[in-house]
């Protein structure tokens, strides 16, 4: 079962992680990656631009709007994701807590659906 593991991080914590205590938090990350890769657990990871570089489009009639990052007032915001393949919600909350960026944020994790061209979920294999 596929599992996305939504990684936030704090603005609190951008300023507050030296250098070289994010080169050693990125350098668990690849550590980690590597782990869930040789176990057949990761699909795929990465991280994600700071939010003022993301865009947000919206339905405008026949068109659509473009506006400048995410205006959600929060101190969270999305800093990356793991899509992993897990058997169950509980070793998917156990894979979660080993992210090295959970030290510092939270992460929340997703099932997800499978659905199908008749718009129902797919069988459980």
């Known amino acids: 079962m596929r599992f996305l593991c939504l990684i936030y991080?704090?603005?609190d914590v951008d300023g507050r992680l030296t250098q070289n205590e994010m080169n050693h938090l990125i350098g668990e990350h690849?550590?980690?990656?590597?782990?869930?890769r040789q176990d057949g657990t990761l699909i795929v990871s990465d991280a994600l631009e700071l939010r003022n570089k993301s865009?947000?489009?919206r339905p405008d009639g026949d068109?659509?709007?473009v506006?400048?990052?995410p205006f959600v007032e929060t101190k969270e915001y999305l800093a990356g994701f793991y899509l992993i393949d897990a058997p169950d919600l509980d070793s998917a909350t156990d894979i979660a807590k080993r992210i090295p960026s959970a030290r510092h944020g939270a992460i929340e994790i997703r099932p997800v659906r499978i659905l199908t061209l008749r718009g129902d979920l797919a069988e459980e294999g």
């Not at 690849?30 to 869930?36: M, N």
Request: aromatic share 16%.
């Open 63 to 65: 068109r659509f709007s």
């Open 67 to 69: 506006t400048d990052g």
């Open 9 to 11: 991080t704090s603005v």
């Open 55 to 57: 865009i947000v489009i």
């Open 30 to 36: 690849f550590v980690f990656d590597e782990g869930l």
